[in-house]
């Protein structure tokens, strides 16, 4: 089992940023495919951004591209999502998840463990 736990949630105005940040704990994540993903009131989930077990590797939904950086700190056992120029149209409560599939998915079965996740308002 991983246990995942987001933070770094809250209101900001457009154009702002924020960075979230995703502790993992339990069964080691280092070798797990980790993501985000988020969900805007009365629409589905939808992939944010993905990365590799030793962060070589991101793929980001086009409606980031540019704006949102994945990270990780194995050390730490830390998932970072940094989100740039943000826009209201971001506003979802985004979720830290786990995948034990290593190839690079953007498919939301496919990912073994969730957060909580925590809420981000953009307003305009």
């Known amino acids: 089992q991983v246990q995942l736990v987001e933070s770094g949630g809250g209101l900001v105005q457009a154009g702002g940023s924020l960075r979230l940040s995703c502790a993992a704990s339990g069964r080691t994540s280092r070798n797990f495919r980790m993501g985000w993903f988020r969900q805007a009131p009365g629409k589905e989930r939808e992939f944010v951004a993905t990365i590799n077990w030793d962060g070589g590797i991101t793929y980001y939904a086009d409606s980031v591209k540019g704006r949102f950086t994945i990270s990780r700190a194995n050390a730490k056992n830390t998932v970072y999502l940094q989100m740039n120029s943000l826009k209201p149209e971001d506003t979802a409560v985004y979720y830290c998840?786990?995948?034990?599939?290593?190839?690079?998915?953007?498919?939301?079965?496919?990912?073994?463990?969730w957060g909580q996740g925590t809420q981000v308002t953009v307003s305009s």
């Open positions: 998840t786990a995948s034990t599939v290593m190839r690079l998915t953007t498919t939301p079965t496919e990912y073994d463990y």
